[in-house]
Structure formats: C-alpha cells, structure tokens
C-alpha cells in the first residue's frame, strides 16, 4: 500500500484517529509508576515521560528524512520566501522548555498524552525575515509525509512557537519527526507538524488533514485533568479497574495525575470519592509554564470496604472542567470515572 492509498483509507474510516494510532505504534507496554507511594516525598517539580513511553501518532509511517537534504520553506503571501536548512537551525538562538503533547483524540483518561523538555529555536525571527503579508490570513504547515494542518497567522507569530529538534535532550527520532517539527503551545498534537518541511502564508483559509475529518480546527486545550495513577496501578483507559485488598487501602490509597490548559495556570484539582457529590483539594505542583502538565495528588483514607466512583475535576484561571464525559472531536474535556473496590 503506498501512502496515497494508506491516506485514502484512513480518510475513510470514522475513527481514523484509532486507525493512525494502530499504525503509529501507540505501545501499551508495562510502564513504571509515575507517582511515589510515598507521602512524605514531595512532588517533583517536572515529570517527563521517558521516550519509550511517549505516544505516537502519525496518520502515515515515519518518513526517514535525510537531514543533509531537509530544507523548511516559508513561502506564500510573504515579501521574500525563505528557505531554512538543519544548520540554520542550530545557528539560531537555542531554547528549552518543557510542554505537554497530547492528541485531540485521547480520550478521558488515555495515554496519548506526554511531557517533555524540548531544544528548539523560536520561529518569529524568520517569519520577519521572509516578511508576513498583510493579505496572509493563515499558515498552512506540511510535514515530508504530506500531512498538513492550518493555524491563524496571529497563533504562529508568538514567540513560544518554535522550530523543534530534540526531545529530552536527544535529537528527534524519526516517530517524532526527525530532524525537525513545530510546536504551537496552547494546541492538540494535531496542530504541531513533524517533519516539518513549508509554512506558507495563504490569503484564503484552509483547512487540514484531521479538520477535513470533523476534528476541531481550532483544536485549543480545554482544563482538563487526567486520574494517572490509583494506588500502584497505572490508570490509561476509561474501562479501568481497580481492585484493592484491605492492606492495601486501609493505610490510605494515593490518588494521582496530571492537569493542562491551554493558557492559563491550573489554580485547583479536586478529587470526588463518591461519585461528585462531595469534593475535596488535592496537593498540586506548579510549574512555571501552563504548557506543562500540572502534577496532584490525594491521599485517600476510606473508612468502608465496597464500590467506590472515583472523579479528579481541574480549574484553571479561565475554567473549571465539566462534570461529563464526552469525548467530542474538540477534545475531551469531561471526567473520568474511575471505578474503584475496595475488598472486605
Ligand atoms: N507530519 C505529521 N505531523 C503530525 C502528525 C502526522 O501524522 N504527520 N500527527 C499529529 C498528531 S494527530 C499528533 S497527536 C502529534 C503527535 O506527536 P507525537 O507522535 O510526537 O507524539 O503529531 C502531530 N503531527
Ligand atoms: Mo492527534
């Protein structure tokens, strides 16, 4: 199957998202806990997910780019195109900075999510360069694997968008989109190309791959939180199910995960035990990026054995989440119900 094919019948799948992510090799290996069992441990400041853990999702299989002949071209509606090599890139001004991906198409609770440090270098200095026309609405932006996706041109000119080329501390691999991609803070993955190869200023808007397939065009990260971990199981799917023996929950039983907005700084995480009739506050980190994933947790200590539905719900200083669970192709902001039993 070639990949004008393989992009045809992704196309027609309704789930292409579940298709893609098949393709892409989104490993459900056994992970290590990413929380301490211990209270008296403080909550790290970053968590990265290491890159044997962090997702993949690519509608088509990795192209191997030849760093030697890659070239990034900034063309359309600009005063003078400017073609990019991998050497540019290093030249430029060098930064770091830890942001959390994740895919529009995670559901309530899955593992297409990670956090990372990335290196890159801002891409408004070459967007002056080439000179922004007034009549340039958009950007479109490709990847060497055909795949395309659109942003207003406003979104691009920030200065934390950049032109990405390691993770962890490690060039890209080529399920990342080595040697170079874009990442657009505030955006699903959707909106972050791999193997980033044009950004063309256009005068008519456009719309992308995922888009044409009824996903969000504007595909913002609503506040949302995430249950990662119950006790000493990994949580990843909404049919999770956790089941404690009495020395196991008696001493009390850790709740933990991850929160994320698209903008704004997570102010609070509040953890239900019995269904959202009452809340309580969760201890939370606070990193310096709303980027990056805000860490909590909650020390549980049920009294009753039985069945318990347990809830993490995130405010932000521009929203609290809703109490639902729709995973709707604007993302899913609703909660996670974790069904819990606790043994005699
Ligand atoms: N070129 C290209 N870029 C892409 C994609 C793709 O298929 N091709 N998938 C997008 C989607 S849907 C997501 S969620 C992120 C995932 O990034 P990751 O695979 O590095 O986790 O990449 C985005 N960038
Ligand atoms: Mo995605």
């Not at 997910?49 to 071209?73: G, H, I, M």
């Not at 041109?153 to 390691?166: F, K």
Request: charged fraction near 20%; include cysteine; hydrophobic fraction near 40%.
């Amino acid at each position: 199957m070639n990949r004008r094919e393989l992009l045809k019948l992704l196309g027609q799948t309704s789930g292409g998202l579940i298709a893609a992510s098949v393709l892409g090799g989104c490993q459900a290996k056994s992970m290590d806990l990413l929380f301490s069992l211990d209270p008296a441990e403080a909550l790290p400041d970053h968590l990265i997910t290491p890159l044997d853990e962090f997702y993949v999702q690519s509608y088509a299989l990795p192209s191997q780019v030849n760093v030697e002949k890659w070239r990034l071209k900034i063309g359309g509606e600009v005063n003078t195109p400017v073609t990019l090599n991998f050497q540019d890139i290093l030249n430029a001004p060098q930064e770091e900075f830890y942001l959390t991906m994740e895919c529009i198409g995670n559901p309530a609770g899955g593992n297409l999510i990670g956090n990372a440090k990335w290196t890159g270098t801002p891409l408004l200095p070459f967007l002056k360069q080439a000179g922004v026309k007034k009549s340039a609405i958009e950007f479109a932006m490709k990847g060497a694997d055909w795949y395309e996706t659109t942003l207003p041109v406003a979104e691009l000119m920030r200065p934390e968008v950049r032109l990405v080329h390691q993770m962890n501390g490690t060039p890209l691999t080529a399920a990342h989109g080595y040697p170079v991609r874009i990442i657009i803070p505030g955006h699903f993955g959707q909106k972050q190309p791999k193997w980033i190869v044009g950004i063309d200023a256009i005068a008519k808007t456009k719309t992308g791959f995922w888009e044409n397939q009824g996903w969000s065009n504007t595909a913002e990260i609503p506040t949302h939180s995430l249950m990662r971990q119950v006790h000493d199981s990994r949580v990843w799917n909404k049919q999770h199910q956790v089941k404690l023996t009495r020395d196991n929950w008696e001493k009390g039983v850790l709740l933990a995960g991850v929160a994320l907005d698209r903008s704004t700084a997570i102010t609070s995480i509040q953890i239900s035990t019995d269904d959202g009739v009452t809340w309580q506050a969760a201890e939370q980190n606070r990193p310096e990026s709303p980027h990056e994933w805000t860490l909590w947790r909650y020390l549980w200590k049920p009294t009753q054995a039985g069945k318990y539905s347990l809830l993490a719900r995130a405010s932000s200083e521009r929203q609290q989440q809703a109490i639902e669970d729709k995973n709707s192709k604007d993302g899913s902001s609703g909660i996670l119900k974790i069904q819990t039993t606790l043994d005699a």
